[in-house]
């Protein structure tokens, strides 16, 4: 019977650095393909552009050279008509070529479309392009992000940031938050109450970090604070890896008060003296309201000596209030659906 070969104490360790190594390797040879792709289409897009400029043909010239070029290249795909019509728009969108060598063929071409069909405005296309390479965002993320309008939320929630931490830290900490918080994915009702909103979230925890933004990672709900013999618990406690901070969350389903930015002052301190290591920053807390009056919001954190951001969340997306009125609660829907299982009329 042939023995086993006993393996070396350090094979262990050296076949996690090849694997690192090969899946390295792979994510290089997965980027440059893609950057000649996405390059290849910008210049096919720009000859099609100048084709038509100079000879002034239109459509069924592109439908012939669709035709030509699959006859050409019948194992590469990507040559129809309604993709030479996005290489002639992406040509259009995109006439900077040290750009779109630099920075835009880091992303991959269904990110290109994504771009191209929502956003009409090239700042803001540049903004999201910037944006997505930063976060390494899937096509996905990057349809959510722009739909919930993330540019025109992000670094808008009042802050007293900049009064209260150092730069460059104040800086990325007001752009870490935003407002408002788009919540609609909990399904919840407006009239949601405190304990509810944080039993979703914590449900949805990978869509609430997603809605909170890169860097943020959870570390727990209602943590234990002891302070004087008393017990206190924070709503919910995340870390952010970017700003090397502890990050207190508390939910308030009514509007905000200034007495709430005191508590939550008091909950920062606690978890500084607690909790906060040598190398951390200082500990940010994030106030989500249902409504807030700004000025009042601004008033309340003037004379804090805490770094706190105040925003408001949204449980269903910003409607007019007739149509609102018209939507199906879940409830509602929820019978419909087990209605139709059971074949009864709803």
Not at 249 to 262: C, N, Q, S, T
Not at 325 to 335: D, N, R, Y
Request: hydrophobic share 45%; charged share 25%.
């Amino acid at each position: 019977m042939t023995g086993i070969v006993p393996v070396p104490a350090d094979y262990g360790p050296w076949l996690a650095e090849l694997k690192t190594r090969i899946q390295a390797a792979q994510q290089r040879a997965a980027l440059a393909v893609n950057r000649e792709l996405v390059l290849l289409y910008w210049q096919i897009g720009r000859d099609i552009l100048a084709r038509q400029g100079r000879e002034g043909w239109g459509t069924k010239v592109i439908e012939r050279l669709a035709l030509d070029l699959r006859n050409a290249f019948p194992d590469m795909k990507g040559f129809s008509p309604r993709n030479l019509k996005y290489m002639r728009s992406f040509a259009q969108a995109w006439p900077d070529a040290e750009f779109v060598q630099g920075v835009l063929a880091r992303l991959p071409w269904y990110h290109q479309l994504t771009l191209l069909d929502k956003l009409r405005d090239e700042p803001l296309r540049r903004w999201y392009v910037a944006k997505a390479i930063e976060h390494n965002w899937s096509r996905n993320v990057l349809v959510m992000q722009i739909e919930t309008r993330l540019h025109e939320r992000s670094g808008q929630a009042v802050t007293n940031f900049a009064e209260r931490l150092p730069a460059p830290l104040s800086d990325l900490a007001r752009e870490s938050l935003k407002d408002p918080y788009r919540l609609d994915f909990l399904g919840l009702r407006e009239e949601s109450q405190e304990r509810a909103l944080e039993d979703a979230i914590v449900h949805h925890i990978t869509r609430f970090l997603l809605e909170l933004g890169a860097g943020f990672a959870f570390v727990g709900r209602q943590v234990h604070l002891e302070v004087g013999g008393e017990d206190f618990f924070i709503d919910l406690l995340f870390y952010h890896l970017k700003l090397r901070c502890y990050v207190v969350v508390e939910l308030k389903a009514g509007a905000f008060k200034p007495e709430h930015a005191g508590q939550l002052g008091f909950y920062l301190t606690a978890v500084d003296e607690q909790m906060r290591a040598a190398h951390d920053s200082p500990t940010i807390g994030l106030l989500l309201c249902k409504s807030k009056n700004k000025v009042v919001a601004e008033y309340a954190l003037r004379d804090s000596s805490k770094p706190i951001g105040i925003a408001e969340y949204q449980l269903i997306e910003a409607l007019p209030a007739d149509l609102q009125t018209s939507l199906p609660s879940i409830e509602a829907i929820e019978q419909a659906l087990a209605d139709e299982a059971d074949g009864t009329e709803p």
